[in-house]
């Protein structure tokens, strides 16, 4: 029903840009509210940016302060975290989840997203 796979990481120098893309091949991708989430090494799940159906509702972690830009393409079922001004602190495996025709309000625990992607590494050097 659902199977994402993320694309786009690398490693970038702090302030640099890098812009994750999140490829689904199922049916239901424009009724999912979908997410990002991040994992540094040795630490828990973060959540990162959320993302309505239509794309017209977003919610982000505080932490991301306007420098990430989360968006979606439904007729093509990819979702994107466009991320500037890159700090090291930044530096992840990077992760997108489908809320599995989730409603409203959008969700920031883990556990409310039912399918995810492999993730993407994220390095930002010093």
């Known amino acids: 029903q659902v199977q994402l796979v993320e694309s786009g990481g690398g490693v970038v120098q702090a302030g640099g840009s890098l812009r994750l893309s999140c490829a689904d091949s199922g049916r239901t991708f424009s009724r999912n509210p979908m997410g990002w989430f991040r994992q540094a090494a040795g630490r828990e799940y973060e959540f990162v940016a959320a993302i309505n159906r239509s794309g017209g509702t977003t919610y982000y972690a505080y932490f991301v302060n306007r420098r990430f830009t989360i968006s979606r393409d439904n007729g093509n079922n990819t979702l994107y975290l466009q991320m500037n001004s890159l700090k090291p602190e930044d530096t992840a495996v990077y992760y997108c989840?489908?809320?599995?025709?989730?409603?409203?309000?959008?969700?920031?625990?883990?556990?409310?997203?039912?399918?995810w992607g492999q993730g993407t590494q994220v390095t930002v050097s010093s």
């Open positions: 989840a489908a809320d599995f025709l989730g409603e409203a309000p959008l969700k920031w625990q883990k556990g409310e997203y039912e399918f």
